[in-house]
Nanobody, 115 residues
Framework: LLVESGGGWVQPGGSLTLSCAAS????????IQWFRQAPGKEREGISCVSASGTNTHYADSVKGRFTISRDNAKNTVYLQMTNLAPEDTAVYYC??????????WGHGTLVTVSS
């Protein structure tokens, strides 16, 4: 139902934009979140966007550097990441709340920040 893309390798200080494409005819997607899991660490929630795209939330670790947005016409949520640092290296996942159904997770996309 959810497919992430846009991950890759980037040097410190660089930028990447991740996409989370949602599919499934008739599904009503509510809030969508981005999580990440670094090697040897627990998965952490880093950003969330409401169904309308009006309300957003960021973890302190990414606030001011990451921007979440949503295009409901394309059923896609984006995560613009700037000023990336090695500690941002992780697998990034999106999770969607679906009205009347179980939450859905994507399979993740790897972001590597190194010189």
């Amino acid at each position: 139902l959810l497919v992430e893309s846009g991950g890759g390798w980037v040097q410190p200080g660089g930028s990447l934009t991740l996409s989370c494409a949602a599919s499934g005819e008739g599904l009503d997607y509510d809030a969508i979140q981005w999580f990440r899991q670094a090697p040897g660490k627990e998965r952490e929630g880093i950003s969330c966007v409401s169904a309308s795209g009006t309300n957003t939330h960021y973890a302190d670790s990414v606030k001011g550097r990451f921007t979440i947005s949503r295009d409901n016409a394309k059923n896609t949520v984006y995560l613009q990441m700037t000023n990336l640092a090695p500690e941002d290296t992780a697998v990034y996942y999106c999770k969607a709340q679906i009205v009347g159904a179980r939450d859905a997770w994507g399979h993740g996309t790897l972001v590597t920040v190194s010189s």
